[in-house]
Nanobody, 125 residues
Framework: QVQLVESGGGSVQTGGSLRLSCVAS????????MGWFRQAPGKEREGVAA???????SYGDSVKGRFIISKDMAKNTLYLQMNSLKPEDTAMYYC???????????????????WGQGTQVTVSS
């Protein structure tokens, strides 16, 4: 069973940076699309970024140019570097895994079979 555990959330001021991590275990397939989602109170879950088996990345429009998704295969860890944070970035952030090589349709949460428990990010003005 795949397990995903996020960490790195916290409280920062506008313009600050945070790096989220997601450690994966229990892999039984060599290829995965990995994604980051977020959900603010009263809002739907939103796709933030994704990275496929070959390292190709995709980003939501609201985070392009500010966030960077990456992975370290040796450590089975997914990262989300978040820069120039804004109050509207405040949300619970989740990592997710899909057992496919590509990230086609990456922003649709139903694509993903495995989810972490989430880590809270709060950006104050």
């Amino acid at each position: 069973q795949v397990q995903l555990v996020e960490s790195g959330g916290g409280s920062v001021q506008t313009g600050g940076s945070l790096r989220l991590s997601c450690v994966a275990s229990g892999y039984t397939y060599p290829s995965y699309c990995m994604g980051w989602f977020r959900q603010a109170p009263g809002k739907e879950r939103e796709g933030v970024a994704a990275i496929d088996t070959d390292g190709n990345t995709s980003y939501g429009d609201s985070v392009k140019g500010r966030f960077i998704i990456s992975k370290d295969m040796a450590k089975n860890t997914l990262y989300l570097q978040m820069n120039s944070l804004k109050p509207e970035d405040t949300a619970m952030y989740y990592c997710a895994a899909d057992r496919s090589r590509t990230c086609m349709g990456w922003a649709h949460e139903e694509k993903y079979s495995y989810w972490g428990q989430g880590t809270q990010v709060t950006v104050s003005s």
